[in-house]
Structures are given as structure tokens and as C-alpha cells.
């Protein structure tokens, strides 16, 4: 399984989908299996409508991993040249961190579970 290597961030309606549309024309680029799945953001458990991830799955960690398997199939054929990534819109401006059915926690914000998961993670 594999993350995304970078994460474009943006609110609703600002282009995500143009920009996440034109890197995906890039060789070196892999689009994911769904260009914003809501999964850091504000969408409850179990997910539903536009941050459903699998047709009937629970939106969790590892559901999103395969949401980038053009990518590892990619690697998988020799090609290590390619980096995937997530569009989601409200990543990084979502006010409650819900994380799949979790109590939102004003401790802890989207931007360090970002970090916790994914050090090396570049933000456009």
C-alpha cells in the first residue's frame, strides 16, 4: 500500500480538481482512484456520499492506502520515478479533526496527524 506524496490544499471550490487534473497529465505523476476522499477532514463514520472510498467500506486507513494502488502497480512494473497524490478540498481547513467516526479532539490538529502519518508529506 501507498500514501500520496503530496496533498494540494485548498477550500471547496478553489480548483483542486483543475490543478489535481493538470499534474495528473504528468508522466511522473499517478492520479489516485479517487481525486478527494475527505479522508483527513470533516466526514463522519461510516463515510458516506462524496468521502466514500469503497463502494460499501467502513473509510478506513487501509481503504485509503488502496485508493493509491495505480501508483504501487506502477513501482510494482519497474517505475520508480512516481509520486501520487491527494486533492481532497478541506484537508487543512476542516474545523474538527473527525478521522473516521473519532470525537472531534481540539487538541490535536489535521495538519499534526498529517505529520504523525506522513513526515516526508510535500503540501501545494
Known amino acids: 500500500h501507498c ?3 503530496f496533498h494540494i490544499i485548498g477550500v471547496s471550490k478553489c480548483s483542486t480538481t483543475d490543478l489535481y487534473k493538470r499534474l495528473s ?3 511522473d505523476v ?3 482512484l479517487n481525486k478527494g476522499p475527505h479522508f483527513w477532514d470533516e466526514c463522519p463514520y461510516p463515510s458516506t456520499g462524496s468521502c466514500t472510498m469503497e463502494k460499501g467500506g467502513k473509510g478506513l486507513f487501509p481503504e485509503y492506502t488502496r485508493l493509491f494502488k495505480p501508483v504501487v502497480a506502477a513501482i510494482e512494473a519497474g517505475r520508480k520515478d512516481v509520486i501520487s ?3 481532497s478540498s478541506n484537508t487543512l481547513t476542516a474545523s474538527h479533526v ?3 467516526g473519532h470525537k472531534p479532539n481540539t ?3 489535521i495538519a499534526e496527524m498529517l505529520y504523525e502519518a506522513q513526515p516526508y508529506l510535500r503540501l501545494i
Open 25 to 27: 497529465f504528468h508522466p
Open 85 to 87: 497524490l491527494d486533492a
Open 30 to 32: 499517478v492520479g489516485s
Open 98 to 100: 473527525y478521522l473516521r
Open 3 to 5: 500514501l500520496p506524496y
Open 107 to 109: 487538541n490535536v490538529t
